[in-house]
């Protein structure tokens, strides 16, 4: 499976400010994915970024929230914009490969003041 | 109702026995079927894919899908203490997407 990485691994952040995550993979991927995962809760799925198009977001959330990058087949970039201390959460990248799998990135843990 | 469903636990076995997970899913159509596991502050890893009725074996874990009754297992033979986490069951929605949706993950403890 592809090697993942993201940046950075945590922060804390002051409401109302904004985060880029950055999320780097060893080889080219089609599909990339954002998801949060709030304290002692399961995965919710952000958007889906394909390189070359706009990411498709999830009902709940919105581009001028979560802004996303998908540059070139190996990079991503979410935003958490204009944050409150409800953004506070594990923000994780995955890519897609062979029939339907997913891999996932080491994850940001954020936390807004 | 939710698309993924399973017991949070936590389940707690002894060192050396089975651990038996189970998962029911809604949306008949769906392909699909994963297991991650997930340790406490990590991200999860997946351990298992299924995709056909029947069983699938891998070391000590095995997959078992039943597509007519919407569910999915994930056996773990002699259970070790490292097994300890949080297994996640996912399922691809079948959207040409490659999107999952995940249950909300059940604790597994096992004892030495």
């Known amino acids: ?113 | 109702q939710k698309e993924v469903e399973q017991n949070s636990g936590p389940l707690s076995v002894p060192e050396g026995a089975i651990a038996s997970l189970n998962c029911t899913y809604s949306d008949r159509v769906s392909q699909s079927f994963f297991w991650y596991r997930q340790y406490s502050g990590k991200s999860p890893e997946l351990i298992m894919s299924i995709y056909s009725n029947g069983d699938k074996e891998d070391g000590r874990f095995t997959a078992q899908l039943n597509k007519a009754s919407q569910y999915v297992s994930l056996l773990i033979r002699d259970s070790q203490p490292s097994d300890s986490a949080t297994y996640l069951c996912a399922v691809s929605l079948n959207t040409g997407f490659q999107k999952l949706v995940f249950g909300t993950g059940t604790r597994l403890l096992v004892s030495p």
């Open chain 1, 1 to 113: 499976s592809a090697v993942i990485s993201q940046k950075p691994s945590r922060d804390i952040c002051q409401r109302g400010t904004s985060l880029t995550i950055q999320c780097q993979v060893d080889s080219q991927v089609t599909m990339m994915f954002w998801y949060r995962q709030q304290p002692g809760q399961s995965l919710t799925l952000i958007a889906t970024a394909n390189q070359g198009s706009e990411a498709t977001y999830e009902s709940g959330f919105v581009i001028d929230k979560f802004p996303i990058s998908r540059p070139n087949l190996t990079f991503s970039t979410l935003t958490v914009s204009n944050m409150s201390p409800e953004d506070s959460s594990i923000y994780l990248c995955s890519v897609g490969q062979g029939r339907d799998e997913q891999f996932f990135g080491p994850g940001t843990r954020l936390t807004v003041l």
